[in-house]
């Protein structure tokens, strides 16, 4: 049974064809969505070693808020195109893979719908992708959409 799907969601072009998906899916089984975007702290850490002052560092810390804000809002519209249920939408900062896995746990989450987002060749073989993490670390069932 799918009752809850996860929707990490990021603004880029395959974020929204899988939010399209999830709403498919979410109207077919009578689901709800729950929609999660992460802002890596290494935004932030790389922020400070460039030695911005702590003025600075406040006002980009704002502009990234405002831009996953926007990204939400951005999501929050293309649900309400196809008719869907959200049952909550989340901001959190750090590691996308790890808080993708604590939200499945937390909201105890059915399925996982992102989507699919290249590296480059030599950062997707050092570091793999979030959707290839959570698809291997995940309690749940994961859908990855391209």
């Given amino acids: 049974m799918i009752g ?3 929707v990490p969601v990021d603004g880029s072009k395959q974020s929204d064809k899988a939010l399209e998906f999830a709403c498919n899916l ?12 992460t ?4 935004l932030h850490e790389h922020a400070m ?10 006002l980009i810390e704002d502009d990234i808020q405002q831009v ?20 909550a939408t989340e901001i ?18 059915d399925m996982i719908v992102m989507g699919s987002r290249g590296l480059s060749d ?3 073989l050092l570091l793999g992708s979030v959707s290839h993490k959570v ?4 309690d749940c069932s994961c859908v990855t959409v391209r």
């Fill in 68 to 87: 996953g804000q926007k990204v939400i809002e951005a999501a929050t519209k293309i649900i309400d195109r196809k008719y869907s249920k959200v049952a």
């Fill in 122 to 124: 030599i950062g997707g």
């Fill in 39 to 42: 802002i890596e702290t290494t």
């Fill in 92 to 109: 959190t900062y750090g590691s996308p893979t790890e808080n993708i896995l604590q939200r499945t746990k937390d909201d105890d989450i």
């Fill in 49 to 58: 070693s460039l030695g911005f002052t702590g003025y600075a560092f406040r």
């Fill in 135 to 138: 698809s291997h670390l995940a």
């Fill in 4 to 6: 809850k799907i996860l």
């Fill in 26 to 37: 979410a109207d077919k089984y009578d689901a709800t969505l729950h929609i999660q975007h």
